[in-house]
Structures are given as C-alpha cells and as structure tokens.
C-alpha cells in the first residue's frame, strides 16, 4: 500500500511524534501499525513486531506516514546497516537495516497483500500458486550495473532518504566493483542539480558515463568513455554489449535494461516458466525494451510482436533481434492496435498496465498472459482487471534480486 506522500503540513508546523506498534511490513521498506484512533500509519525504517517512535511526516483522515526516531522493542530481524553511504542518509537501500531472510519474508507478504486486497483475489488461489524461485537468491551482491547519480560539488552521490538533496557515496554495497570506483573517484563538474548515468558491462568490462551539461570537467579513467547529453550523435551510439539470457546485447545509454545481467537471467527464467512452450504459437512481448523477452523465450514462437515507445530501445532492438522472426513495433502499449496472438508477455514500468493497457493487449485474445510487475500495488491493480476479464492465476514468482531493499519483480501466470 502506498499512500499518498502530500504532507498536509506547512514547514512551520511541528510534527508530532507517536508510539506505535508494528503490526506488517507495507511496501517501500516501511512496516505499519495502528494508532490510538485506529488509524493506519505507515512507518519508514520500521519491523514487524517492533514498538517505535515516529515523526509523522504525512497526516490524513484514513492514514499517516512517518519515519522512525527511536526503536522501542527492536525486532530479533533488525541488523546494523553495513554501508556507510545508507547511514549518512542515502535513500537507495531501504531495507539496510533488516536481515537478509526476513527481508524474503516481508517481500512474499507484501506480493500476497497486494493480490488479496488489491487484486480481490481468492488468498487459497494465491497460495497455490506461488512458486519459490531459490535461484535468485544467488544474484551476486554486487548485482547492479547501471547507476543514475547526483552531483553535488563535483562529486557523485545519491538522494536522501525523502529529499532531492544529495549524499556523497562514500561506498555502495549494490553496484559493481568498477561502478563503485566511478561513484566514488569520478569527478563531474560543479553543475547544480546534474546528474551521470554510469554503465558497466559485467561481461565485457566497458563502461560508459552520460553526464548532463559539458564534459571538459569530468574526471574518470581513460576506458570509460564519456558523453554528453546535449551531444545528439555521440549519446545515440553510446553503448555497451551485455551478456544475460544465454546471449549477447546492445545496451545504449539511453536504452532501459534490468539492473545488472544477472538479474536479467533470472526474470528470463521465470518468465519462461510462467510462459510455458511457446513453439508453433504467436507471442506479444509489450514493453519489450531491448528484446530481451522477444530474444529468449520467443526464440522457438512462430511469430513475436515487440512492443516498445522508447526509440533508442527499440534501435537496440533491431540490432539485438535480427536474427529472430521478430517485427518490432515503436508504439505506445495503450495506442497500439493489437492483432491475435496465443501469448502476451507485458513488462510495464512501475504505473503498471493500468486499464488501457489490458485493454489494448487484451485485444489479442490470448490464451496465456504473463505480466512482470515490479511495483506491488500496480500489479494488484492489474491482476485484479485481468481476473474481471476472466484470466485465472497459474503462477506466481518472486525473484528477490534486489538487495537491503523492498523492490520485488513479481511474475504472474495467468490462463484465459
């Protein structure tokens, strides 16, 4: 459940501060509890189970949301954050402070929340259909490859926790080694409010930097090459080659790709055992970025249709599928007019499919729908619509990729 962030406060007004008792873990790393007028408050840097004070940030009618500033009765789960840059007060990691196995535990119940009382589906249907995925928990670490980082002073950082203000990354535990370098010793300059998009292959080492305004002051390793955003020809092609799902692809700057190759691996087989045996059937991969679904587990269809409004994405695409029996279509989902197809795979952003979307793939009547949500109330919502049209659970997977933080991609499998 996310509330609506509003703070219905002036700056000038005091925030008031709450016991509470945590009663469930909520989305985006918080836990809820009730307070005295039974209303639900949403607490940042919470755990189930624990008794905590909170700063109420956000205050409505039906519910609050507040950070914690004193942990009462501290969680057996609650862990000392290892990283540096999270206690200076990088939000990126917002589940630092919980152990690794509860951290699973809280992403399954916040999926099951989501389906029942969101989706308003059937909590028996639910359980029989979720499938544990034990290989994901071998992504490295060190998982993510791509990272978009603030400038502040000429050196890179993150956001704070609830600010657009920046945090020095003095280490980060989540980003490859030869990122964490870039992060840490690049220098970019003294532009305010810019920002990099540095990118590392894990396969083949290159690494590329896409900085915002000039790039005379950017101060990093020969090999990485550098570019600026306001350079048209430059930043089209700058990329990199990655290698996940068994094969290789072009990555541009601009081009969204899954936080690092691994992670990409680990969604292709879990949608590939949502999707099932695709040969001798027509598939739809909606939201197709680069083609990474198109490539891998449309590989055996008959005929895939690629889907994708991003223009550098789909110029990827071209390059990545040409060898496959794959026409790519630079649309929009919901403007797009869908032809028959046996399978839809959709791929949405974190807003989800809304009810545009499935109607527009819905458009293809196909027998199996999988849908790979990376937001818990969005894919509630969308399971939800897809159930009113008569599609009926198969399948659920978490892939639990993303570590010390609350981002879950979850895979459902629906039949028609």
């Known amino acids: 459940m996310t509330p609506d962030e509003n703070d219905g406060q002036s700056a000038s007004t005091p925030r008031a501060v709450v016991e509470i008792t945590l009663d469930n873990p909520a989305d985006s790393g918080a836990a809820v509890g009730r307070d005295a007028d039974g209303r639900a408050v949403f607490c940042d840097g919470g755990l189930q189970g624990e008794t905590v004070r909170v700063e109420l940030v956000t205050q409505k009618k039906r519910f609050a949301r507040g950070r914690v500033i004193e942990v009462l009765n501290p969680s057996p789960d609650r862990i000392e954050a290892r990283c540096s840059t999270h206690r200076a007060g990088c939000g990126g990691c917002d ?122 002051e950017v101060q990093l390793p020969d090999d990485v090459v550098v570019v600026s955003r306001s350079d048209t020809a430059a930043r089209a092609a700058l990329h990199v080659i990655e290698h996940a799902g068994g094969r290789d692809w072009r990555v541009s700057a601009d081009s969204f790709f899954q936080a690092g190759p691994q992670v990409a691996s680990a969604l292709v087989d879990a949608v590939q055992f949502a999707t099932g045996n695709v040969e001798d059937l027509s598939l739809i991969d909606a939201y197709s970025g680069i083609g990474l679904f198109a490539g891998t587990v449309g590989a055996d269809a008959a005929s895939v249709t690629a889907v994708e409004r991003s223009g550098s994405s789909t110029a990827d695409a071209t390059i990545n599928l040409a060898d496959g029996n794959v026409t790519i279509v630079e649309s929009a989902v919901e403007h797009w007019k869908a032809e028959h197809a046996d ?35 969005s894919l509630g919502r969308d399971v939800g619509l897809l159930s009113e049209r008569g599609y009926s659970l198969e399948s659920i997977q978490i892939v639990d990729a993303f570590h010390d933080t609350s981002h879950v991609e979850t895979i459902v499998g629906l039949r028609g």
Do not use: N
């Open 95 to 216: 589940l630092a402070h919980a152990s690794a196995d509860s951290q699973l535990a809280m992403k399954q119940h916040v999926v099951r929340d989501a389906l029942q009382r969101i989706g308003r589906l059937d909590p028996a249907a639910i359980d029989e259909s979720f499938v544990m995925r034990p290989d994901a928990r071998e992504i490295p670490e060190r998982y993510r490859t791509t990272v978009r980082a603030a400038i502040t002073d000429g050196q890179a950082g993150y956001r704070q926790r609830g600010s657009h203000d920046g945090v020095w990354a003095s280490q980060c535990l989540v980003v490859h080694e030869r990122l964490e370098e870039l992060l840490i010793d690049g220098r970019f300059g003294a532009s305010a409010g810019a920002e990099v998009v540095l990118r590392v292959s894990d396969s083949t080492g290159q690494r590329i930097a896409l900085v915002d305004g000039s790039t005379a």
């Open 343 to 377: 399978i839809v795979i959709a791929d949405p952003a974190r807003s989800g499919l809304g009810k545009a979307g499935v109607d527009s793939l819905l458009r293809a009547k196909p027998q199996r729908f999988v849908l790979v949500a990376c937001d818990t109330g």
